[in-house]
């Protein structure tokens, strides 16, 4: 594997406990040139929480949602660059970092898989804009399957990807996104005092901003409404990432089935028996990057799933 990121930014993904999970990866890929360490996904999930509240304006609202139906199409899903300009304000009683502003930063060579930044733009901004915030940022979209077929993340052994949470493709971070925030963050020390913040939309509405000190994310994110409140939360906390935290717990469990011998009447009794197979199948279908739901169907009911939670799940 290639190892093409500074010290420095390694030094701060250790710092933050990304140090097994990247020699995890690395030595699973240790004989494969092709492979670079920038591409190593991070999971939103295993990012730690800051305090931060973040709300956005409604024409930033409009843009997000615009954004978001753009790249969940695989065939306009390009990582789209972006800055985010706002201000410290209190709204309601409570203080808030207040996005009020985008600007984006594309030119003519948009790629599915990678992205970069006008760095002059970016200075610009630092200079001239009356805002004390920037975020610097891009999409992660829903790419097609042939495209992600070539990824380090899709490549991942399974093993590694349920003890890290690893997402599908387009629904993590990466080490290069690190990198490229820390790059920016050392470019504005030399120019100005704004905060420097970066924000990575994922096509499924994940809306993750990372802070301008530890590698920590805003799970916190609101928009203003038309009465000038803070109104639509909106909820990718509460849906996918709860999901994903709720998915690596039952893997947990499901794991332990696998230590048990037996029949399974004899084990779990009826109905249970049937209600296991049931759930078994349902995880396995809902995320089938973690094996060991289908592992337990093997062992305890020859692999098959159950037919009644197909014909339930082809319906909705």
Known sequence: MKFDVPTVVMGKLFENGYEDQII????????????????????????????????????????????????????????????????????NGEDVISIEKIIYSIDDNLDDLRV??????????????????ISIGHTHGNVSEEKKNNTLTELLPSDIREKYSIRDVGLNLSIADIWQHEAFKSIASQISNKKVLQTIIMYNGDFITIDDGSISKSNNVQAINQENEIGDDLGFWTTDMIYYYYIREVGGISSALLELNGN???????????????????????????????????????????????????KM
């Open 264 to 314: 399974v009447i004899d084990i779990f009794g009826y109905p249970d028996c049937f209600k296991l197979q049931s759930s078994m199948t349902l995880f396995a279908v809902a995320d089938p990057s973690t094996s060991v739901f289908q592992d337990v169907l093997e062992k305890f009911y020859e692999g098959k799933s159950d037919e009644n939670t197909l014909k339930l799940l082809k």
């Open 116 to 133: 970069s930044l006008d760095e002059q733009k970016f200075k610009k901004l630092l200079m001239d804009s009356n805002y004390s915030i």
């Open 24 to 91: 995890d990866i690395v030595m699973a890929f240790e004989t494969d040139p092709s492979k670079e360490v920038s591409d190593i996904p991070l999971s939103p999930i295993s990012i730690r929480n800051s305090e931060q509240h973040i709300v956005l304006s409604t024409d930033i609202l409009e843009e997000y949602k615009k954004l978001v139906e753009r790249i969940k199409n695989p065939e306009t899903a390009e990582e789209i660059p972006f800055y985010l300009l706002g201000n410290n304000k209190i709204v």
